[in-house]
């Protein structure tokens, strides 16, 4: 489930600082107010990325693309 930072400082309450200083980035960024977390296991998100980019193509006006 996503949480906004607010949200989620408002379910913290029993580490003070960590609530003031969550609350304070709040208060100097729009983006971080409205923006949603989600909270993982540990301290590190692992995730897929692509090895190799994709290649170009040229085709013409209205032709079929290239089968490759």
Known sequence: ?????VEASKL??????RTAI???YARNSDILRVLPFEGIAGNALKYNREDILPG???RGVNLAPLAA
């Open 22 to 24: 969550v609350e304070m």
């Open 56 to 58: 170009v193509g040229f």
């Open 1 to 5: 489930m996503a949480l906004t930072i």
């Open 12 to 17: 913290n309450s029993g580490d003070v600082a």
